[in-house]
C-alpha cells in the first residue's frame, strides 16, 4: 500500500546570526494636520477680569477736580486693566472696533472714552453713540443692519415697501424706518467723498502717540 504523503506548511528557517533583524516597513511622510488654534487664544483676556473692568471707579474716567483718592484709585485701576489688556491675543482688534466701528462706554483695549476721542480725533473718525434700539433688536431676534445698507437697498429698490425692504435687511420694519428717517435729516455725503476707514496699523499708531501724549501731560501736571 503506497504511503500517503501530506503537504504541511513549514516556515524558512532564520538564522539570526547571517541575517540581520528586519526592520519594520518605514512610513511614507505625511504633512501633520494644521492644529486647532487652542479656545484661549480666541478668548478676550478680559472676559478674565470682569471685576476689574466692570468696577464703576474704572468705567468712568474722574474729571481734575475729582477728590485725589478717586483719581489714584482709577489710576491703579487703570494701570491694572492696562497689562490685562496687553496680554490678550485680541487687543488690536478690540481697539479697531472700538474706535472706528463702536463708541462704546469704559475702559476698552487699553483706553479711555477720552482717550478714544482724541485717537478718533487724530484720524478724522466720526462714530455714533451706542444705539440702544438697535441692540434691543438683536435681543428680539433681530440682525443690526448698517445705516449705508439700508439707505443703498432703498436706493436700489425705490418703488418697493419699506416691509418689503425691511425682509431684504432681516431685520424689523421700525429699523428701516429710523434709518430713513435720519437719511432725510442728515443726508448721507456722497460716497466719492468718503474718508476712506483707517487701517488697523494707523489705529495702533495714533493710539500709541495719543497714549504717550497723555502720558507726558500727566507727568508735567505731577
Avoid: W
Avoid at 468696577?55 to 477736580?65: A, G, Q, T
Wanted: hydrophobic residues 35%.
Amino acid at each position: 500500500m503506497p504511503t500517503a504523503v501530506v503537504d504541511r506548511p513549514h516556515s524558512p528557517v532564520t538564522d539570526n546570526r547571517t541575517h540581520p533583524v528586519a526592520l519594520a516597513p518605514r512610513r511614507a511622510h505625511t504633512a501633520s494636520p494644521t492644529r486647532p488654534v487652542p479656545t484661549e487664544a480666541l478668548r478676550p483676556a478680559c472676559a478674565s477680569a470682569q471685576k476689574l473692568f466692570l468696577d464703576p471707579v474704572l468705567e468712568s474716567e474722574p474729571s481734575s477736580s475729582a477728590p485725589a483718592r478717586t483719581r489714584r484709585q482709577h489710576s491703579a485701576l487703570a494701570a491694572e486693566a492696562t497689562d490685562v489688556c496687553a496680554s490678550c491675543p485680541l487687543l488690536t482688534a478690540c481697539l479697531y472696533r472700538a474706535v472706528v466701528e463702536y463708541d462704546v462706554a469704559g475702559f476698552v483695549a487699553g483706553t479711555t472714552e477720552r482717550q478714544r476721542a482724541q485717537i478718533r480725533a487724530r484720524l478724522g473718525v466720526e462714530v455714533e453713540p451706542e444705539d440702544f434700539d438697535t441692540l434691543a433688536g438683536v435681543v428680539g431676534g433681530q440682525r443690526t443692519v448698517d445705516h449705508d445698507e439700508v439707505v443703498r437697498l432703498r436706493r436700489a429698490h425705490p418703488d418697493e415697501s419699506l416691509e418689503r425692504i425691511a425682509r431684504r435687511l432681516g431685520c424689523s420694519l421700525s429699523t428701516v424706518k429710523r434709518h430713513l428717517r435720519k437719511e432725510r435729516n442728515q443726508p448721507s455725503p456722497a460716497i466719492g467723498t468718503r474718508r476712506p476707514r483707517p487701517t488697523e496699523a494707523q489705529v495702533r499708531r495714533a493710539a500709541g502717540e495719543t497714549l504717550a501724549e497723555n502720558s507726558g501731560n500727566r507727568r508735567a501736571a505731577a
